[in-house]
């Protein structure tokens, strides 16, 4: 008889003390669990074994990756209630050996183990980052980091992306307009806190696949230096460049932001890339960038932000993100990031919260992925295609929930004896 389904659900609510909120189908075509919620399909027993040998998010990652575990119906719907029961309860291996204690917990994981059997633990899925972590955000660290992020293929971003080939927030005038006007909305909006001009020579940190650094010197007549450390986007990048005519203004170089020693600029965008610097080099990156800036200029630093910690010494990399998505990525809250750029000898003079901005950003995202599903799983593997699906609505309710945010930060080195150059009413951008 088939029964897996129920088992599953009894065993799981006696594990988490709570009814399960999802439907279930297990590997022997058994469903249980409400109607109409979202189903959790459970393709195989190994994705109980993926579970029992890491409890918690990056167990059930690699059953993700490796299409161990499924959800069919509304994704937001399901990530966000298992969020409620994993994430949001601090359910790790930590917890559930606290919970072990508890007989009834005991009962429920030896019940799991004879359901999925417990040989020797599954091998991580192929696309999960092995490295030491003893060598962190050094130039040959964050070298091969950025190159199993963004070296994946750039006909897979362009279906990600879309044509503006923009990978960062977005700026939305209405939740209805198109992602293209949001994208150049966004870069418009970049340009005009910085008051690009005319003459002037832009440093775009990060440059992507070029996008800023060809708006800014088609729209605003500047002469840009782009940097990335990724051979793909810079190849890419540099064929736009060509096609736009624009080689006289916009080199594109692969090269690390420290070594860049041809300053000053007149102004330094930074768009979605300070995520990738960490907390150990944040003042060294705020400080090279001060030192590429003439007296007056300005930098727009555009980045994601975590909420505070009431012990920040507890804080952690997400298991999930640093294993698939960004190796060695950190967050910080965005009092934090003011804090380093002041203490590097910026003045912050504008901060705005794009928050909910991220949040329909990804909903487009995800949605022109699932549109070209089978076309981005020949690009690059099931796997990777599964990985950026769970990542970017996982983080879309990460963003509606408020639990991590975006913020531009305009900072300027100041003009001696201490004048900012800003005009009084400064947010002329508006």
Aim: glycine share 10%.
């Amino acid at each position: 008889m088939a029964d897996a389904a129920l088992r599953l659900k009894t065993l799981f609510e006696r594990l988490l003390g709570t009814p399960l909120p999802v439907h279930i189908r297990a590997w022997d075509g058994s469903e249980a669990g409400p109607p109409g919620a979202s189903t959790l399909v459970v393709r195989n027993r190994r994705a109980l074994r993926r579970l029992l040998w890491k409890p918690g998010e990056l167990g059930l990652a690699r059953a993700w990756v490796a299409g161990d575990l499924d959800i069919e119906g509304d994704l937001y719907a399901g990530l966000g209630q298992l969020s409620a029961l994993v994430w949001e309860r601090g359910g790790d291996a930590r917890t559930l050996g606290q919970s072990l204690r508890d007989p009834e917990v005991r009962s429920a994981v030896r019940g799991l183990i004879r359901l999925g059997g417990l040989p020797l633990p599954p091998a991580p899925p192929p696309e999960e980052v092995r490295r030491s972590r003893a060598h962190l955000h050094t130039k040959r660290t964050d070298k091969r980091a950025i190159s199993h992020h963004y070296d994946v293929g750039n006909d897979f971003y362009e279906i990600v992306l879309g044509h503006s080939m923009v990978y960062s927030c977005a700026y939305w005038e209405s939740p209805d307009g198109t992602l293209e006007d949001a994208q150049r909305d966004k870069l418009e909006l970049i340009c005009r806190k910085l008051e690009l001009t005319p003459g002037q020579r832009l440093l775009d940190v990060g440059c992507g696949w070029g996008s800023m650094a060809m708006h800014a010197a088609r729209e605003y007549g500047v002469s840009v230096v782009g940097v990335t450390l990724s051979q793909e986007q810079a190849a890419y990048a540099r064929k736009r460049v060509a096609e736009e005519g624009l080689t006289d203004k916009v080199e594109i170089r692969v090269q690390d932001y420290r070594d860049v020693t041809d300053g000053p600029y007149d102004a330094i965008s930074s768009v979605g890339m300070a995520e990738h610097v960490g907390s150990a080099r944040y003042l060294e990156y705020a400080r090279v960038l001060y030192a590429l800036l003439g007296p007056g200029g300005r930098l727009l630093n555009h980045q994601i932000a975590r909420r505070p910690w009431q012990d920040e010494s507890a804080y952690d990399i997400d298991e999930f993100i640093d294993a698939y998505v960004f190796p060695d990525g950190e967050l910080a809250p965005i009092g934090t990031t003011v804090t380093q750029l002041e203490s590097a000898g910026f003045e912050v003079r504008d901060v705005e919260a794009i928050r909910e901005h991220y949040a329909l950003t990804l909903r487009r995202w995800v949605a022109n992925l699932e549109a070209e599903w089978r076309r981005a799983v020949g690009l690059v593997g099931a796997g990777r295609a599964r990985v950026w699906r769970l990542y970017m609505a996982a983080s879309t309710l990460g963003f509606e929930r408020n639990h991590i945010g975006v913020n531009q930060v305009l900072a300027v080195r100041a003009l001696e004896p201490g004048g900012s150059g800003m005009p009084l009413r400064a947010r002329t951008w508006n």
